[in-house]
């Protein structure tokens, strides 16, 4: 085996690298946004993947029709799982276009945000329900996942030095 097969084994373990950074910075599972009225929220949470029984910091953002933070918004929440509402938090005042909400989900499954914002300019009340996945083994499970792939990367490593040094013993021939 020549040693030009050693330039795979990087691309093999950035990989596994880009994975991992790609799954912290941009979750696919609780991020949302929806425009209702004049406006558009916008949901992530923090972690990027809830976990049961661990608080999360749920990021609410406001935005305008151009895209600029609404300066102050009137904005209540309710936490619904499997139908019935667990939690409750009154309308009340927010500033700069952003609300952050610790919570801790109890339950694993899918959970559903109601937001209901109050609408200053035709004093009515817009309501959107966003998703949000809450899982209760996540991060070690996936933390398994990255160390078995490196796990194989450096199994092939050390089969491509014994084999290519011929540390393996010969047959002999009897």
Do not use: C
Not at 10 to 16: C, V
Not at 19 to 37: C, K, M, N, Q, W
Not at 70 to 81: I, L
């Amino acid at each position: 085996m020549q040693k030009r097969f050693y330039v795979f084994l990087p691309i093999y373990l950035s990989f596994f690298v880009v994975l991992g950074i790609y799954e912290v910075y941009h979750p696919p599972f609780s991020t949302d946004s929806a425009r209702i009225g004049d406006y558009e929220i916008k949901v992530e949470t923090t972690p990027p993947v809830p976990e049961a029984g661990k608080v999360t910091t749920i990021h609410f953002l406001v935005l305008d029709k151009n895209e600029n933070p609404v300066d102050n918004f009137r904005m209540g929440v309710q936490v619904y799982y499997n139908d019935n509402m667990v939690s409750s938090f009154l309308p009340s005042d927010h500033n700069s276009g952003k609300w952050d909400l610790d919570y801790t989900f109890n339950e694993p499954g899918n959970h559903v945000i109601r937001v209901d914002l109050v609408d200053f300019k035709n004093g009515g009340i817009l309501p959107y329900a966003f998703n949000i996945g809450v899982l209760n083994f996540y991060m070690s499970l996936f933390t398994y996942l990255i160390i078995a792939g490196l796990a194989g990367a450096a199994g092939i490593v050390i089969a491509i030095i014994l084999f290519q040094r011929k540390i393996w013993p010969k047959k002999s021939k009897t």
